[in-house]
């Protein structure tokens, strides 16, 4: 770089441009996807009359999204990161406990969901397993207080919350209202991506220190991507709770969270494209084995994850990565 | 019986618990110490020794005395097979310390249900007639003599770690491994042959702590594995990451503290444990009795 700089030192020097912004191939690709999940979803119900499929669908697909916003572009996994759905979910029926009614009860399980998520900001002074069972060990706490018999005049405990008759049931509303969440989620994938907060994401990823010194600011930067990441974990969670209308405390069990890191990884985390054909195979694959083979459902996904963590670390958009020679969209 | 009496109970139990504590992490940190990978698997293998411990009384009338050696060569060789299969490729893999601990949680997950569809899920207890029976009092409580059976048997494993790690050629090559990987391979430490054996003696002591685990828990199901890891995590880091024999003080810390817990607010002792765990990995992530571990 310096030897070539000599040679030539009249030519000025090239203007180097981070590549942010969208240009015109990535809103073209950005309206194929919203066109393509648009399809999908209005469409799909109509041929195959299963709704409940196609929401569970779109809400994983929402939180696979979200954290590839802290594990995909930051490079921080969080093992516990549906907490946030579960106390979006949660949180509804403690509002209404508390007094709350109709949307302000879904605004109050966002925000104690999301506040919950600042609670848990200094976490990221740890390194990376560290920082996963950190937050396993917050998945567990929450679980273990809202299961609490103490806390039963809020949560009602081990026997689960009921929202019937205490909010509309609304199965239309609460599948349009989820869907529209899931675009605005991909359009801040792609946002996200090709800005320059995506860019110092990635800087991040790369390594703490050097973006330090590139002047990133990195408590803001990656605090911004915890929250959003958690954000929409919980609208994902509220809505799921809507839907449902009654959940035990069970909802914050692990394995919620191990199915999103798995679909995750499957499609190639960092990536737009992957979490969403990850999801869309394995979250089918699992609601189909869930339905025919529920004690295989973990077997599969235990041995899923080992093959990739063994193999294909990258994921799908990795194998295509290598197959196409070029960066995957 | 009052209130102080009952204190004196939770005390005695918090420790004959604690020495259990103890030996059930005591894997877990040899694990992570010698091969910087956390074995989220840990609690399953101490649910599956369980299961074996259960199977065997209940089939064969074989005393649960007699599995706990007998598990120690099985669960051995289990962690062979297991280190050759996993550990190479994940140390060349891009990122060692998070691809293991989503691989072993993917081992976690297959150990968890393969049991399940074996054992089923409903939890089952192990008699106190598969090893001793009994009781003896204690500050008018009944403590079960298995309990303090229990204890000893984690005592003498204890000081076989200690004898491991202190005294023989492999148990030296270990603790060199855990303070400096490059130095002890420039001095000539036999890593793959040092690494494997603390690996599957991670395994073998996991599958053993299986026996005393329906005793002290009081019953087994298949995804209580999971809920074991994290326990036994939490007396690592209340000890220090990477020296064994520091989950000695973390296994009675976290047994007594657990104890007086459960005898003072029952309904609120497991997030308690959990809140613990968490506010220690903030403050002291290399754990209590640890060094700094932090980045950033």
Redesign the interface.
């Known amino acids: 770089m310096a030897h070539s700089a000599r040679s030539d030192e009249k030519a000025a020097p090239p203007r180097l441009r981070p590549p942010v912004g969208l240009g015109r191939a990535q809103l073209r690709n950005m309206g194929i996807y919203l066109a393509l999940m648009l399809a999908l979803f209005l469409a799909g119900p109509v041929a195959y009359p299963n709704q409940f499929f196609f929401f569970y669908l779109m809400d994983f697909l929402i939180l696979t999204l979200g954290l590839n916003f802290i594990y995909g572009f930051t490079g921080y996994l969080p093992f516990g990161y549906t907490v946030f759905w579960g106390l979006g979910a949660y949180g509804i029926y403690i509002g209404l406990q508390l007094g709350l009614h109709g949307a302000l009860a879904f605004i109050f399980a966002i925000a104690i969901s999301t506040a919950l998520a600042a609670v848990l900001l200094p976490l990221f002074r740890l390194r990376s397993h560290y920082f996963a069972i950190a937050t396993l060990a917050a998945l567990m706490a929450v679980y273990y207080l809202v299961e609490s018999s103490a806390l039963e005049r809020w949560t009602n405990g081990d026997k689960g919350a009921s929202l019937a008759g205490r909010i509309p049931y609304d199965p239309m509303l609460t599948y349009y209202i989820t869907l529209a969440i899931l675009l605005i989620s991909l359009v801040l994938t792609f946002y996200v991506k090709y800005s320059r907060f995506g860019l110092a994401l990635r800087a991040i990823r790369g390594s703490v220190l050097s973006a330090e010194m590139d002047g990133i600011n990195i408590t803001i930067t990656r605090g911004l991507a915890w929250l959003l990441s958690a954000l929409i974990a919980s609208l994902a969670g509220a809505m799921y709770g809507w839907y449902v209308m009654f959940y035990y405390p069970d909802i914050f069990n692990v394995t919620y969270s191990v199915y999103v890191i798995t679909y995750l990884i499957f499609g190639g985390a960092g990536t737009v494209l992957g979490p969403i054909v990850g999801t869309l195979i394995l979250s089918s694959l699992y609601q189909f084995l869930d339905v025919y083979y529920t004690s295989y459902v973990n077997l599969t996904f235990g041995v899923i994850l080992i093959l990739l963590m063994l193999f294909m670390s990258k994921g799908l958009m990795g194998v295509l990565y290598r197959y196409l020679r070029r960066l995957p969209p | 019986m009052g209130y102080a009496t009952l204190l004196y109970y939770a005390l005695a139990v918090g420790v004959l618990e604690g020495l259990y504590f103890a030996f059930m992490a005591l894997g877990l940190n040899i694990v992570f110490g010698v091969v910087r990978m956390?074995n989220v698997a840990h609690g399953d293998l101490v649910m599956l020794g369980a299961y074996v411990a259960f199977m065997l009384f209940v089939d064969f009338r074989v005393n649960a005395l007699y599995t706990f050696v007998l598990l120690f060569p099985v669960f051995f060789g289990l962690g062979i097979a297991i280190y050759y299969i996993?550990v190479p490729?994940?140390e060349k893999?891009?990122?060692p310390?998070?691809?293991?601990?989503?691989?072993f949680?993917?081992?976690?997950?297959?150990?968890?249900?393969?049991a399940?569809?074996a054992f089923g899920v409903s939890p089952t207890s192990l008699p106190a007639s598969a090893t001793v029976r009994g009781a003896r009092s204690l500050a008018g409580y009944g403590v079960p003599n298995v309990l303090m059976v229990g204890a000893a048997a984690s005592v003498v494993i204890l000081a076989l770690i200690f004898y491991y790690l202190e005294f023989t050629g492999l148990g030296r090559a270990a603790r060199a491994l855990m303070q400096n990987k490059e130095q002890a391979m420039a001095l000539g430490v036999n890593v793959r042959l040092a690494t494997l054996f603390a690996f599957a003696l991670g395994f073998a002591l996991a599958g053993m702590a299986g026996v005393f685990e329906p005793y002290v828990f009081g019953y087994i199901y298949p995804s209580y594995g999971?809920?074991l890891t994290?326990l036994a995590?939490t007396v690592v880091i209340i000890g220090a990451l990477g020296n064994p024999l520091s989950s000695i003080i973390g296994g009675l810390v976290f047994g007594v503290v657990y104890q007086i817990l459960s005898v003072y607010?029952p309904?609120?002792a497991?997030?308690i444990s959990?809140?613990l765990?968490?506010v220690i990995?903030?403050v002291k992530?290399g754990g209590v009795l640890g060094g700094a571990?932090?980045?950033?």
């Open positions: 956390i996993l490729r994940l893999s891009s990122d310390e998070i691809n293991s601990f989503i691989a949680f993917g081992l976690s997950l297959f150990i968890e249900s393969a399940t569809i999971g809920f994290v995590f607010i309904s609120l497991y997030a959990f809140l765990l968490l990995i903030v992530p571990q932090r980045e950033v």
